[in-house]
């Protein structure tokens, strides 16, 4: 709980020296912590614009390339690509990256990512006057094949399970 409101200040913070009232608010930022020789991960979170805006650029210090992504079936495998449009967000509809689902896709890891640590993920939004707004979330780690359990907010949201 401590860390979501920790995001959650972070994100206002930097809404708010981008000059504008922030219009997209992050919640439940995490990254899956990796294993020996794991070279991606995925980082998941809650996004709800107040304003119809897409998350166009996604970047983070810890990996070398950096995607948005998602899960889809295609001829009964469940195979992952890459969002190129970006994400919308439509005004007041909150949009879930999970497991299973969109994610931002970390690549080309510089190094392992262990469970508690901070990741900072800088987001970039488009609105629909072209006009942009970036935040930087940080996003904690939790343990690989644990998420749910590890989730201090995951009781609170019955919608959270994978
Ligand atoms: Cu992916």
């Not at 206002?12 to 919640?27: D, G, Y």
């Amino acid at each position: 709980m401590k860390q979501l409101l920790i995001s959650t200040l972070l994100a206002l913070t930097a809404s708010a020296w981008a000059q504008a009232p922030a219009n997209v608010e992050v919640k439940d930022a995490w990254v899956r912590a990796t294993v020996a020789q794991q070279k991606s991960t995925g980082a998941f979170m809650q996004l709800s614009a107040r304003a119809d805006t897409r998350l166009v650029d996604v970047s983070s210090p810890i990996a070398g390339v950096v995607e948005l992504h998602e899960m889809a079936m295609e001829q009964d495998v469940m195979r992952m690509r890459a969002v190129k449009a970006g994400l919308a967000l439509p005004a007041g509809k909150p949009v879930e990256l999970k497991p299973g689902g969109y994610h931002v896709m970390l690549m080309d890891l510089k190094g392992p990512v262990k469970a508690g640590d901070v990741v900072p993920v800088t987001l970039v939004f488009e609105g629909q006057g072209g006009q942009r707004e970036t935040l930087v979330v940080k996003a904690t780690a939790r343990p690989l094949g644990n998420a749910a359990a590890a989730a201090p907010a995951a009781a609170d949201h019955s919608q959270h399970k994978h």
